[in-house]
Antibody, heavy 119, light 110 residues
């Protein structure tokens, strides 16, 4: 079955760190770019970051640049998002998404993992 | 404040047609293809339209897309109660080198 499964969310204090993971199955993971998209409670979608299939190219939203790092392990079919210096405004459900054809086409989404930044 | 501008809500009766607009600029919609996503309550977004007006496999032809200049439009005909969802437009912003979404439009089928 083609699916994405996120994990690693939870409650963290402001200034803290968290690493999200996304396990992919059912498709040739290394052939596709991947992305993280987040959604604050009751709010709209916000593109966070993307990475090419090889991992050689990465892209970030200005709101997370310098604090978040996207990476992937193609041998483990897993996508990661290392989040440092977390702020209250980073509180959101984080979705892992498979990129298709163009970097802003997301044809497969996970169910998301909730990150709450609060003291 | 989203880079792409959508109306917060639209509504129409079952069986009718509705359009949802998405306005941007030359650095995003004006020079890149547009995609659309449907998010049903409590679920992850679903890929609805790509390349401005193409539908992925499995998406009914009741859904259509168009683009003109720096604006795009999603159209839905033969509205059903199951179409009640929030719809998002998305594209790439060449100045930001980042993906961008609209703020989302909540569709109510009365």
């Amino acid at each position: 079955e083609v699916q994405l499964l996120e994990s690693g969310g939870g409650l963290v204090q402001p200034g803290g760190s968290l690493r999200l993971s996304c396990a992919a199955s059912g498709f040739t993971f290394s052939s596709y770019a991947m992305s993280w998209v987040r959604q604050a409670p009751g709010k709209g979608l916000e593109w966070v970051s993307a990475i090419s299939g090889s991992g050689g190219s990465t892209y970030y939203a200005d709101s997370v640049k310098g604090r978040f790092t996207i990476s992937r392990d193609n041998s483990k079919n897993t996508l990661y998002l290392q989040m440092n210096s977390l702020r209250a405004e980073d509180t959101a459900k984080y979705y892992c998404a498979k990129v298709w054809a163009k970097m802003w086409y997301f044809d497969l989404w996970g169910r998301g993992t909730l990150v709450t930044v609060s003291s | 404040q989203s880079v792409l501008t959508q109306p917060p809500s639209v509504s129409a009766a079952p069986g009718q047609k509705v359009t949802i607009s998405c306005s941007g600029s030359s650095s995003n919609i004006g020079n890149n293809y547009v995609s659309w996503y449907q998010q049903l309550p409590g679920t992850a977004p679903k890929f609805l339209i790509y390349d401005n007006n193409k539908r992925p496999s499995g998406i009914p032809d009741r859904f259509s897309g168009s683009k003109s200049g720096t604006s795009a439009t999603l159209g839905i005909t033969g509205l059903q109660t199951g179409d009640e969802a929030v719809y998002y437009c998305g594209t790439w912003d060449s100045s930001l080198s980042a993906g961008v979404f609209g703020g989302g439009t909540k569709l109510t089928v009365l």
